[in-house]
DNA sequence: GTTATTTCCTGTTGGC
DNA sequence: TGCCAACAGGAAATAA
């Protein structure tokens, strides 16, 4: 399931093939997205050069000089470059296609991702307006997430997947930024001190680059690639590993429903 | 304004 | 072997 880093391999891997080329086309296959793709998005696109590919929170922005593409791959979908012929298979929904014959080959087979078309800033968009600050950024800094955090009962796995609070936090790397900061996932927010809060804006910064750095050297080729593209996973310290020994200490990983998601964490090492 | 729940979708898994 | 329920999950939409 595609999280930040996932998203941030795509883009980097697709980017040298697209940036500075025409797009001739993109060819729907099926348009029952998350949303519809928009029934014109090949004639708004068609002559226009990709003038950037850039990534705001789990979305991806392909901008061109008339309005941008906006893509995003939900928790099955992923992204690949064909530089020749590929017939495409069941859950292909669309092709983007370059003059030079390239194509950006979109597959999902759950489809809750999104292929829109934004016009004027991509980043007012009703979509991306309202989102917090990039994890990866000086502006999630511990200041910040301490004042987010005032008076919140909410549990702070819940917030720290809060997109108005930070993005690309998703379920994954929640669990295992927690852990890396031996903060137990059910505290309130409020509860946290001075100390958690850094350790925790630490962790998940480190959590999340590193990831990024794994899926640079694993993922690398997303050109012709056979299909699985777009997903990879680093050796998890509590996410699906229930009742398995905690790395650090042996004691079995426990598993919790925090509105309605899995939560995975050593009861011994996290408090 | 804030928080909790529901919804979208289909491939995979486990129980019987 | 087949059937079916449960599960996975980001984030918008809706409800409380």
């Not at 940036?19 to 729907?28: C, F, P």
């Not at 590919?53 to 008339?66: G, Q, S």
Request: glycine fraction near 8%; proline fraction near 6%; aromatic fraction near 6%.
């Amino acid at each position: 399931m595609p999280e930040l880093p996932e998203v941030e391999t795509t883009r980097r891997g697709i980017e040298t093939h697209l940036i500075n080329a025409t797009i001739k086309e993109i060819i729907v296959r099926n348009p029952r997205l998350r949303w519809p793709i928009p029934v014109d998005l090949s004639e708004l696109a068609a002559n226009q050069v990709i003038l950037s590919i850039r990534r705001r929170a789990k979305y991806l922005l392909i901008e061109l000089a008339n309005g941008t593409i906006l893509i995003h791959l939900g928790m099955s979908g992923s992204l690949r470059v064909l530089t020749e012929a590929y017939p495409a298979e069941k859950h292909d929904h669309v092709d983007l296609v370059l003059s030079n014959g390239t194509r950006l080959r979109y597959r999902d087979p759950r489809r809750f991702g999104a292929w829109l078309w934004l016009t004027g800033n991509p980043l007012l968009h009703p979509h991306l307006a309202s989102l917090g600050p990039e994890p990866l950024g000086e502006q999630f800094s511990p200041a910040y997430l301490a004042s987010k955090l005032v008076n919140k009962h909410t549990a702070i796995k819940q917030l720290i997947m809060d997109n108005h609070i930070v993005v690309g936090v998703g379920n994954i790397y929640a669990s295992e930024s927690l852990f890396r900061a031996r903060i137990d996932p059910q505290r309130s927010g409020h509860s946290l001190d001075s100390s958690d809060i850094s350790n925790l804006v630490e962790q998940i910064k480190l959590t999340l680059s590193e990831a990024i750095a794994a899926g640079g050297s694993t993922l690398r080729d997303y050109v012709d690639s056979d299909g699985k593209a777009g997903y990879f996973m680093i050796n998890s310290y509590v996410y699906g590993r229930t009742g398995q020994a905690c790395r650090i200490c042996s004691t079995p990983i426990n598993t919790i429903r925090q509105g309605q998601r899995a939560t995975f964490y050593c009861p011994q090492c996290q408090h």
